[in-house]
């Protein structure tokens, strides 16, 4: 018979808490909570300018604090933005009675600030609650601080790692969902830093964006990618694969050209390349756009409106632009189950894809619950660490190998 894990063995790190609320009931509730996981010091406060005050006189700051979201004098709201203005860093569970869609809203809120949101709860709290999302403190301690300044990376470093072939590409499976088969991947560009080891795109692609660098990184990328898939496809692996084009590049008028001459030397289909367009890249100019776009399109290549719903103009780009694949950004996915208006968004834009005859991603699956949902809600494909993180080319193949033989058995 199993046994319960022992809290100190779970959370060895978080010697202390600091409970907000003004019921006094629930903060007794929650120091019993809180003693019970083996977090020896819980101090107490009644509404957020206690907690302020409190914050300012102990020498030690606690390491998590459980903030109720309706108090009197300052809210649970309010004092997110304080402890934003005073840069005060120490990591916050929400726990609320009110409904989970505005709880959700104010972790959001958190989350925009720049505090670190572990998770949030409805009261009562219970243990197993109050544990789960303590957890993910102790995935905080193991992990590099998010608040950590990172290494400086200017445009010439950028320049010179062009010239030396230090970026690499991963590659992440994207399943489909009522197979469970590998369908393809999407290529993502890693910086191979001699010193500071891999760099993720969101740290150079603005760089490279700001100027011509982005044209050289761009076809490196590409040339990768497709030379990767030609010798999947040269082992007998059927996949697409997914590029990401950068707006920047959409102005370019030998484009066209550049990306079916690589896919023709490499003996690929077009079909078997999918290029990734984010939907605000398409609004500075948007006649360019569908000049480049429309002539991908006729040349067999699959276009894919990427991170739909983070904008504006959505619907107006599918209308006007011959896509062929809707891929929804992670944040309609991820705690989906949650929050019942993502639910409703979820299922629309689906079924809107569907009307249209689109194949759609859901990006950022990370849980067996957000799958189950994207397939109620009729997801083609899947895509996030709950299947796999992104692979070097090498990794990837042995993944591969590796699934098959659990699925045979």
């Known amino acids: 018979m199993s046994t319960a894990p022992d809290p100190e063995v779970i959370l060895p ?23 019970q996981l083996g977090i020896r010091t819980v101090h107490e406060a009644t509404n957020g300018s206690e907690a302020l005050a409190l914050l300012d ?6 390491s998590v604090l459980i903030v109720d979201l309706e108090m009197p004098t300052m809210d649970g709201p309010e004092l997110l933005t304080q402890l934003r203005q005073r840069d005060i860093d120490v990591p916050i569970i929400l726990a609320s009675s009110r409904d989970r869609a505005l709880i959700h809203s104010v972790s959001h809120m958190g989350s925009v600030l720049g505090l670190r949101i572990l998770g949030a709860a409805q009261k009562p709290l219970t243990s197993a609650a109050l544990e789960a999302l303590l957890s993910n403190l102790g995935k905080e301690i193991q992990a590099p601080s998010r608040r950590v300044p990172a290494p400086s990376i200017d445009a010439e470093a950028l320049e010179s790692a062009l010239e030396r072939h230090e970026i690499t590409v991963h590659y992440q499976p994207q399943i489909e969902i009522g197979t469970g088969r590998v369908r393809g991947v999407e290529a993502l560009a890693r910086w191979n830093h001699p010193t500071l080891g891999l760099i ?9 964006e700001q100027g011509e660098a982005i044209h050289r ?11 990767q898939l030609a010798a999947w496809q040269a082992q ?32 690929l289909e077009p079909r078997q390349v999918i290029l990734e367009i984010t939907e605000s890249s398409l609004l500075s100019d948007l006649a360019m756009a ?24 959505s619907m107006q780009q599918l209308a006007q632009i011959p896509f062929t694949e809707l891929k929804i950004d992670r944040s309609f996915v991820q705690n989906v189950y949650e929050v019942q208006k993502r639910q409703v968004l979820l299922r629309s834009a689906v079924e809107m894809a569907n009307e249209l005859g689109l194949v759609t991603v859901a990006e950022g699956v990370e849980s067996e619950q957000e799958l189950q949902l994207v397939r109620a809600c009729g997801c083609t494909l899947a895509q996030g660490w709950l299947f796999s993180k992104p692979l070097a080319g090498n990794e990837l ?11 045979d058995t």
């Open 13 to 35: 790190k978080i010697l202390s808490a600091l409970l907000i609320d003004d019921s006094s009931v629930q903060r007794a509730h929650g120091v019993r909570l809180c003693k």
């Open 57 to 62: 006189g102990l020498e030690h700051r606690p």
């Open 200 to 208: 993720p795109p969101d740290r150079f692609i603005p760089l490279a």
């Open 217 to 227: 990184l761009t076809l490196q990328v590409m040339n990768q990618a497709m030379m």
């Open 236 to 267: 007998d692996l059927d996949l697409c694969m997914a590029i990401n084009l950068s707006p920047a590049l959409l102005g370019h008028s030998d484009l066209v050209r550049t990306i079916s001459q690589l896919q023709e030397s490499y003996g």
């Open 290 to 313: 569908l000049s480049v776009l429309t002539r991908l399109r006729l040349r067999g290549f699959g276009l894919s409106l990427d991170d739909y719903g983070t904008g504006f103009s």
């Open 397 to 407: 193949l042995a993944w591969l190998t590796d699934r098959d033989q659990r699925h």
